[in-house]
C-alpha cells in the first residue's frame, strides 16, 4: 500500500489517556467489569446454542452468531483501553490505529445486519408463524449472516481505501481513546471536508438506514400483535420493548458520532463504552434472560452436571 510509506505520521497520539487518576481507576474498573460480563454471558449463550439441540433454530443460531459478534466488537477497543490505562501508554502506531478502525467497521457491520436479521425473524414469527420455518430456513440464516460479514468488510475497506490515500503529514494528536475514521481524517494536512463527508455519507446513512428500517419492523410488530389480542400485546411489548431499547442503546451512538460533525469532546470521548461494553453485555441479558426456551435449556445444562442435584 503505497499510502502508508507517504505518510510522515508513525505514531498517533491518544490525548484522551491523559486524564486524572480517579478517572483513570473508575474507567480501567468499569472497562473490566463489563469485559467480564461481556466474554461470560455471550460465550455461555454460544456454549449452550452449540451444545443444546433443542437450541438449534433460526432465532438461536442467529443470537449465537451476534454473541460472537459481541465478543469481537468489544475486544477490539476495551482490552486495549485496559491495559493502555494500565501502562500509561499514550501511543498508538499508524498501522496498528488503521488496523482498528478497519476491524470497528467490520464488526459494526455485522452487527447491524444481524440485529436486522433477527428483527426480520421475529417479525416472520409474530406475522407469519404459519410460514415461519419455510421463511426462516437453514438457507436464509446463512444468507444472512454471510451478507453481514460481506457488507462489514466491504463497509470498512470502502473507507479505509479513501483515508489511507489522505497524506497524513502534521499533527498527530487526537482526543480520544481509540482510532476511528471522523478523528483521523481530522488529522489529513489537506482539505479534509470531501472526505468527512464520504465517512459521514457512508457510516451515517449507513446506522441511519439501519436504524429506521429496525423501529419500522419493530412498531409493524407491535402492531400486528396489537391486532390481535390486549393480553398477548402487554407480554410481547415487555420482550420487545427490551429489543428496542438494544436497538436505540447500539444506533444513538453511531448516529451521534458519524452524523453529527463535532459533537462535544466530554460526550465524544467517553460515548465508546455504550458501543462497546454496554450493548455488548446487554445483549446476552436481553435476549436470554426473558426467553423461556433458553431458561429450559440452562436448567437443562445443569442436571446434567453431576452433583448440582446435591444443593
Ligand atoms: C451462525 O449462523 C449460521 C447460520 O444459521 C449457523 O450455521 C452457525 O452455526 C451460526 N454460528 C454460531 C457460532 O452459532
Redesign the pocket.
Known amino acids: 500500500m503505497g499510502g502508508l510509506n507517504d505518510s510522515v505520521i508513525t505514531e498517533i497520539v491518544l490525548l484522551a489517556f491523559s486524564c486524572s487518576w480517579e478517572k483513570k481507576l473508575f474507567l480501567i474498573l468499569i472497562c473490566s467489569l463489563l469485559y467480564l460480563g461481556i466474554i461470560l454471558g455471550n460465550l455461555f449463550i454460544?456454549f449452550l446454542?452449540?451444545f443444546d439441540s433443542h437450541l438449534h433454530s433460526?432465532m438461536?443460531?442467529?443470537?449465537?452468531?451476534l454473541?460472537?459478534i459481541d465478543v469481537c466488537l468489544s475486544s477490539t477497543t476495551v482490552p486495549k483501553i485496559i491495559k493502555d490505562h494500565l501502562h500509561e501508554y499514550k501511543v498508538i502506531s499508524f498501522q496498528d490505529c488503521m488496523t482498528q478502525i478497519c476491524f470497528i467497521h467490520i464488526m459494526g457491520g455485522v452487527e447491524m445486519v444481524l440485529l436486522i436479521a433477527m428483527a426480520f425473524d421475529r417479525c416472520t414469527a409474530i406475522c407469519k408463524p404459519l410460514h415461519y420455518l419455510k421463511i426462516m430456513n437453514?438457507k436464509i440464516?446463512?444468507s444472512?449472516?454471510i451478507t453481514g460479514w460481506v457488507t462489514g468488510v466491504i463497509h470498512a475497506m470502502s473507507q479505509f481505501l479513501f483515508v489511507i490515500k489522505l497524506p497524513f503529514c502534521g499533527p498527530n494528536k487526537m482526543d480520544s481513546f481509540y482510532c476511528d475514521f471522523p478523528k483521523i481524517i481530522k488529522l489529513a494536512c489537506t482539505d479534509a471536508a470531501k472526505f468527512e463527508f464520504i465517512v459521514t455519507a457512508n457510516s451515517g446513512f449507513m446506522s441511519m438506514g439501519a436504524f429506521f428500517l429496525l423501529i419500522l419492523s419493530y412498531s409493524f410488530i407491535l402492531i400486528t400483535v396489537q391486532k390481535r389480542s390486549s393480553g398477548e400485546l402487554s407480554k410481547a411489548f415487555v420482550t420487545l420493548s427490551a429489543h428496542i431499547t438494544v436497538v436505540f442503546l447500539f444506533f444513538t451512538p453511531c448516529i451521534l458520532l458519524y452524523v453529527w460533525p463535532s459533537p462535544p469532546p466530554s460526550i465524544d470521548k467517553n460515548l465508546f463504552i455504550v458501543d462497546f461494553a454496554i450493548t455488548p453485555v446487554m445483549n446476552p441479558a436481553i435476549y436470554t434472560l426473558q426467553n423461556k426456551d433458553i431458561k429450559v435449556a440452562i436448567k437443562r445444562l445443569f442436571k446434567k452436571i453431576p452433583y448440582s442435584r446435591l444443593c
Open positions: 454460544l446454542v452449540i433460526p438461536y443460531f442467529l443470537l449465537a452468531n454473541s460472537l437453514p440464516c446463512i444472512f449472516v
